[in-house]
């Protein structure tokens, strides 16, 4: 009887002993894993609802490529951030690229990160000589005009010297820059086949497009930007804009984008990229 007691005795320690360690166990692993997640992902953990709050363009897809760009980037706020990358800025310009979204209409956005295909023609009409000639899209053609017409009002002369080009004339163009000047120059103000804002039949070069012609100076160029936009129309490639745009300023060119968009645009005085992924990119 005494040595069933004992035996008993034994066992119900075991028992606890094995309790006791296995509760032991499982505290351990949980507050194991708990140390790993926060060791693993900290900057997840720092970041990810402050660019889920600040900014409604945020992309979670491109969460990678914000973090990666806020990297390089410390001074830039988070805003900047979302803006340039959704832009594409964080990819040299002709990578990473992405065909145009015809959907947008005249709103579309063509640029050396976003391609029309070459065989893209838009609808077309020609320009009367009194316009300077050329093509453009039919409902850019009429406000370009009807512009033309309001500044002979006030005794500027204007004129397309550039409207509609195909995808093998910008092939022609831009190969015959680049055997004069070499593929880094002739990119500064030359776009590659199928990136060209005039295969899209809404811009238009105006009355020169040459920087030494200096356009900016001259008293057609002071009414252009005091009411192109009125027209629907805006200056394109901005001075000091580079780094966005992949254009050196170009005082000529100018896009239809209908006179609404024309009108913010003008207002908030930014580039038509930083314009179209706040506004009308769709994520
Ligand atoms: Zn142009």
Known sequence: MKKILLLLLYLIIIFISIFVWKKFLV?????????????AEPVYLEHSNE???VNANYIEKYYDR??????????????????????????????????TDMSDGILVLCNKYHTLKSNYVPNLVNLPGKYGGGQMQKEAASFFMKMVDAAKKDGISLRNVSGYRSYATQKYLYNSYVSRDGVSKADTYSARPGTSEHQTGLASDINTASSKAHFERTKEYAWLIKNSYKYGFILRYLEGKTFITGYKYEPWHFRYVGEKVATEINKLGITYEEYYVTYIMKG
Not at 27 to 39: D, G, P, R, S
Not at 67 to 73: G, I, R, S
Not at 77 to 96: E, K, M, Q, W
Request: charged share 20%; glycine share 2%; net charge negative.
């Open 27 to 39: 505290y351990h692993q949980l507050e194991t894993k708990v140390n790993m997640q926060y060791n």
């Open 51 to 53: 660019f889920n709050i």
């Open 66 to 99: 914000y973090l990666a760009y806020k990297k390089l980037h410390s001074d830039y706020n988070d805003d900047t951030i979302i803006t340039y990358v959704n832009i594409g800025l964080d990819h040299s310009f002709y990578t990473n690229m992405e065909n």
